[in-house]
Structure formats: structure tokens, C-alpha cells
């Protein structure tokens, strides 16, 4: 049997590792806060213990990694936007490739690694076309269309957080305003409820879900929000792009049906295209794991997740 791969998600909040099967079964899945120091090579640090412990000396075939973007690909040099400690860049492929010799080690976007997880063993598995999005720190897409991964001219194809839902809307930490991601991100969510006198400073989006699932109005509202703005982005992606089945992952979709009700809501209101319509939206079938299982597809079936190299 073949070994496993060693899987890595690095988000705005969280590092996750895991060792998964040829299969897409996950073992031995850990995760730990992103430092929050803003120190380049502390961050690396935590990464490079946080897979020691989950390898534990365990051969493996390869490292897959799913990282915040934007980034330089397929060198993997990455800048997040939610991850101030590398924003200017940190060459996270070369350096991890220097720690496993011999390994082939493939980096790319979290939020593809999303789609390629869903794609390979989630609720894309057997379809040939599929946007899959994170909803979370931020907001992220990948796209498989004919049964491979779409890249892009910089491995960035897909990156929906960006598409701008409302003109006049919020400025959003790329640099632009109206963006997805400033209105639909966790941080974006729960400061809108927080400013209208929801909870205190610090509270979360899963504190704001929680609370929309209790009754409360403002976070209701909150939801309302992120959920319609979602609705948009996804009709205008689903026409441009024509897939067979959007799945939606990250925390902030974990939110359930005060999140994925008014986003139905909206995407119907917004697609009238005949192709359009028949297009399903469904929550992330493989959970908060969708992330780990396809940065190990970029390894166990690069021939349709990898075309660098």
C-alpha cells in the first residue's frame, strides 16, 4: 500500500496537519492557533513542529499544503492576506522542501485545496466541473473544470473572495472595496454585528452563529448579510464558469441554515440562466478536513490536481 501523504492547511486562525491515505482518509489530524506575532520565522517554527509531531516518523510520499494566498506559484512563495507574519512574502515551498529531502513537496491555495478535496473525495466526487469556496478567516475559491484543477496564469484562478458583490461596500484588505470577503469573512461578519451592538469586541463568528441559531436579531441580520453577498458572487461565478455544483466549506459555513438559507435565497434571485438554475449549492461534505484531503490530492493524484513541475 502506498504510504501516506504528509497534509498541512495553514489559515488566517489555525495550522492543521494530518497524515492521509491514498484513500483521502485522514489520520492522526491536529491543529494549533496561528501564532499571532508577527514574526516570520517564528510562524515557520510552529509549522515545521506542528508536522514533526504528526509525522512522528512515519514515511511518507510527499508533503501537500494548502496556504492563504495571495502567492507566487508554483514556487510557493506566499503572502496573506489574514496572515500578517509573511505578508511580504515568504518562500514556504523552498523551505519546506529543504526540511524534506527527497519528498516532492506541492503548495497551493487553501481555499483550492478546498475544492480539490471536495473534487477528489467530497460532494464533487464523479462530477467534471465544481467551484469549491472557503468561507472563513477569508474568503477563497478553486475551480476543477473537465475533471483538473484550473490554476491560472499565477495559481490564483478562482480567488471568488475578490469579486466584488457591492460597489459601495466596506474596503477590503486587498486593497479594494465591496470585495466578497469584506463582507462574508468571519472577521467581517461578527465586526458587523459587534458594531451594531452585538456581544463585545472579540467575539466570534461562531459565537455570532450560535447566537443567529438562538434567535438573536442583529446576528440573524449578520448572517442575512454574509449569506445574500455569497448568493451574488456565487450566481455571477456559476455563469461565468459553468460548473455542475458549488460546495461551500471553512468555519463561517459551519454556520448552517441561518448562513446557507438566505444565500439560496439570493443565488435564485440573481440566476435566471437555464444552466444556471440547475446548479446545486451544498456545504463542504468532508467538514473542516476538505482542506488536508486535497493538499494530499496534490500528491496522491497529481495528474489532475498538479501541472507544475
Known amino acids: 500500500m502506498t ?3 504528509l497534509a498541512l492547511d495553514i489559515g488566517g486562525t489555525k495550522l492543521a496537519a494530518a497524515l492521509v491515505d491514498p484513500h483521502g482518509h485522514v489520520e492522526r489530524h491536529t491543529r494549533r492557533a496561528t501564532g499571532g506575532s508577527g514574526d516570520a520565522e517564528a510562524l515557520y517554527d510552529d509549522v515545521v513542529s ?17 496556504c492563504g494566498g495571495p502567492m507566487r ?4 512563495e506566499v503572502s496573506p492576506l489574514n496572515i500578517p507574519a509573511w505578508a511580504d512574502g515568504f518562500p514556504l515551498r523552498e523551505r519546506l522542501t529543504a526540511v ?5 513537496v506541492r503548495l497551493h491555495n487553501d481555499a ?9 473525495r467530497g460532494a464533487g466526487r464523479g462530477l467534471s466541473d465544481v467551484l469549491g469556496m472557503v468561507v472563513s478567516t477569508g474568503v477563497g475559491g478553486g475551480l476543477v473544470l473537465g475533471g483538473r484543477l484550473v ?7 478562482g480567488h471568488i473572495g475578490h469579486v466584488v458583490v457591492e460597489p459601495d461596500g466596506p474596503d477590503c484588505a486587498c486593497g479594494g472595496r465591496g470585495c466578497l470577503e469584506s463582507i462574508a469573512s468571519g472577521p467581517a461578519v461578527a465586526g458587523w454585528a459587534v458594531d451594531r451592538g452585538w456581544r463585545s469586541p472579540g467575539a466570534t463568528a461562531q459565537d455570532l452563529a450560535e447566537d443567529a441559531r438562538a434567535g438573536d436579531a442583529v446576528a440573524l441580520a449578520a448572517l442575512a448579510r454574509a449569506g445574500s453577498a455569497l448568493g451574488i458572487g456565487i450566481a455571477s461565478a456559476v455563469a461565468l464558469c459553468d460548473v455542475e455544483i458549488v460546495v461551500v466549506g471553512g468555519g463561517v459555513a459551519q454556520a448552517g441554515a441561518v448562513l446557507f438559507s438566505p ?8 440566476t435566471k440562466l437555464g444552466f444556471a438554475r440547475s446548479v446545486s449549492v451544498v456545504p463542504a461534505a468532508l467538514g473542516q ?14 495528474d489532475r490536481y498538479w501541472s507544475a513541475d
Open 3 to 5: 504510504a501516506p501523504v
Open 50 to 66: 506542528l508536522l514533526d509531531d504528526v509525522r512522528d516518523g512515519v514515511d511518507i510520499v510527499g508533503v501537500g499544503v494548502g
Open 73 to 76: 506559484w508554483p514556487v510557493g
Open 100 to 104: 524534506y529531502p527527497g519528498c516532492p
Open 112 to 120: 483550492v485545496c478546498v475544492a480539490v478535496g471536495e473534487h477528489w
Open 151 to 157: 490554476d491560472g496564469a499565477t495559481g490564483n484562478a
Open 263 to 270: 444565500l439560496e435565497a439570493a443565488y435564485r434571485r440573481h
Open 289 to 302: 478536513q476538505a482542506g488536508l484531503v486535497g493538499a494530499a490530492a496534490l500528491i496522491h493524484a497529481g
